[in-house]
């Protein structure tokens, strides 16, 4: 009976961290749920699917370390969907014509 006080003890005694620690994880994952959404409205956009666009960024391929780079730029701007379909159209064309040139 005296270790369940203890512990019990113990816990309320830390119950505000604990608390703290429960609000910071939830709203780091509702952070993490919204930047996925970014993400997936706009590889659906320019026609990429999420796993193998994921997978082409684990592999440190061009193509796909070049837009995650760009998106999560225009998220932590907080541009909205919409607008950042339009600039990563953008983007993704002065990229490709700069190359063209420079060939």
């Known amino acids: ?18 608390n703290l620690l429960i609000k910071n994880t939830i709203s780091k994952m509702k952070k ?6 970014y993400y997936l409205e ?11 666009f994921c997978k082409g960024v684990a592999e440190n ?5 070049l837009l995650d780079s760009w998106i999560k730029d225009l998220f932590k701007k907080n541009k909205p969907v919409e607008e950042a379909k339009v600039l ?9 014509f700069k190359e063209d040139e420079a060939s």
Do not use: V, W
């Not at 009976?1 to 604990?18: A, D, H, Q, V």
């Not at 706009?42 to 699917?49: C, E, I, Q």
């Open 61 to 65: 391929r061009d193509y796909e370390t």
């Open 32 to 37: 993490e749920d919204e930047e996925t959404k």
């Open 88 to 96: 990563l159209i953008k983007l993704r064309h002065e990229h490709f």
């Open 1 to 18: 009976m005296m270790k369940e006080l203890e512990s019990y003890t113990r816990l309320s005694m830390n119950l505000p961290k604990f």
């Open 42 to 52: 706009l590889l659906g956009h320019l026609h990429l699917d999420f796993i193998p």
